[in-house]
């Protein structure tokens, strides 16, 4: 799985982090960050977070019932060390409906 922070064509002014599946069927994850410090957010993003990571795609793990834990190291997932890298998105006072609409409308 690839990680890479580029500035945000869905956005202005914000910054995403996408992370490229190129071992799986070439999903892309996309996490927008926008305000202060977006660039500084989405790189600490990259560079902390473990990218979406899928369970082996066979019977045996879909149905084994595992906790949390077990998933968190079969998927190499570590704790979160900082949280606030997960704050901000959308400024105040701007309107979530239309943010989310411009998304869906750049995606046409």
């Known amino acids: ?10 956005a202005p002014g914000g910054w995403q982090a996408e ?12 996490t927008i960050f926008s305000g202060p410090d977006a660039e500084v957010r ?5 560079r902390t977070i473990a990218p979406p990571h899928f369970l082996p795609a066979n019977e045996k793990h ?5 906790s949390i834990e077990e998933i968190a190291r079969i998927q190499s997932v570590s704790p979160l060390d900082d949280p606030s890298v997960l704050s901000g998105g ?6 979530v409906e239309e943010f989310v609409r411009e998304i869906y409308d750049a995606r046409r």
């Open 42 to 46: 989405a790189k600490e993003y990259c």
């Open 19 to 30: 992370f490229v599946n190129h071992e799986g069927d070439g999903e892309v994850y996309v």
């Open 90 to 95: 959308i400024p105040e006072g701007e309107d």
């Open 1 to 10: 799985m690839q990680a890479e922070s580029i500035k945000s064509e869905y």
């Open 62 to 66: 879909f149905f084994a019932n595992l």
